[in-house]
């Protein structure tokens, strides 16, 4: 078999592993370990969606997996004290949480021709949010002003460019975890030397308070240059609009400009499967606030009553078609 040949296990199936952050190992819907899946909505729709539709979906925390290189070539995957086949087709769903072994595991399986829902290039990209600003804002995709905070000298730019409240950030971070609303100059100081005494290698961010969508956002599903489906997310208090921070969502009906420069967004970042978010300047246009690399369905099937796993598989299965004919 040559080594970028896709492995057809069966007439029926195909072997698809998902990739989590998480360290569990989950086989099937009977696995033990499946009830870590409780709060990985998606991970969860996936194994479930996967399963019915008559393949062997596996999903691994990346720190179990170990791997095998020699003058052969990289030619094994260690999971569980088990040497294992690759699969056919790889979903990572570890978003910006990149570490050692998923870098390592992606080059393995790219290097090995695997189909991969979304390269390594593309996730460690979006996972550095501003690194992510500085293409999106090459592009010319409307983001809200950022500056990355390194020092206290940096302080008197602050005063220059930048009215207050503004946003601060912490990168990596998702859920509307390590976000803060800073309402002046001094409060900004205070958070900044509390983080730094906390985790001296914090990245940190200050960017514009899009005041227009405090406590509210758009969160745009794209698949292969094509959106699934748009939601607002509309925050129950404060300013985060997150469902895990306790926020709502409902459809929206996507302006064809937002459609546009959510497509182009994931475009532009390499991305094939993105979650695209959104903010309103006003009421009738808007900036990125972020793209994520691992976006949740939650948002989208909760507003529109749908089950999007559905559209991730039918399009890997079209991919993987596709490329059985080449």
């Excluded at 791997?67 to 910006?96: H, Q, W």
Aim: with cysteine; net charge positive.
């Amino acid at each position: 078999m040559k080594p970028n040949q896709i492995t057809r296990r069966d007439d029926t199936k195909y072997e698809i592993w998902i990739l989590a952050h998480e360290p569990a190992v989950v086989e099937s819907l009977d696995s033990p370990s499946f009830v870590e899946l409780r709060h990985m909505y998606s991970t969860r729709k996936l194994l479930e969606t996967g399963t019915k539709l008559g393949h062997k979906i596996r999903i691994f925390g990346t720190k179990e997996i170990s791997l095998g290189a020699s003058n052969k070539g990289m030619d094994f995957v260690i999971i569980n004290n088990e040497k294992l086949e690759l699969p056919d087709y790889v979903i990572p769903r570890t978003g910006c949480r990149v570490n050692y072994n998923t870098t390592a595991l992606l080059r393995h399986l790219e290097a090995r021709k695997i189909p991969v829902l979304n390269k390594l290039h593309a996730i460690q990209k979006a996972a550095d949010k501003f690194h992510q600003f500085q293409v999106l804002a090459n592009n010319g995709i409307p983001i809200p002003k950022t500056l990355l905070l390194s020092s206290k000298a940096a302080f008197n730019i602050i005063k220059e460019e930048f009215d207050f409240p503004v946003i601060l950030k912490m990168t990596p971070s998702s859920s509307g975890k390590g976000v803060a609303l800073v309402n002046d100059f001094n409060a900004l100081k205070d958070y900044f030397q509390f983080i730094r005494e906390a985790n001296p290698k914090a990245n940190l961010l200050v960017q514009k308070y899009i005041a227009h969508s405090s406590g509210r956002d758009v969160r745009v599903l794209v698949l292969g240059g094509k959106v699934l489906g748009a939601a607002t997310r509309k925050a129950v208090s404060g300013f985060k609009s997150n469902l895990a921070q306790g926020g709502e969502s409902q459809s929206f009906k996507l302006p064809p400009l937002a459609k546009t420069m959510a497509i182009k967004s994931a475009e532009v970042l390499g991305l094939e499967c993105a979650g695209v978010d959104l903010l309103f300047m006003n009421d009738h246009e808007f900036c990125v606030c972020e793209v994520n690399s691992a976006p949740g369905f939650l948002v989208n099937d909760s507003a529109s009553n749908s089950n999007l796993a559905t559209n991730v598989f039918q399009y890997l299965l079209n991919k993987l078609e596709e490329n059985k004919q080449t």
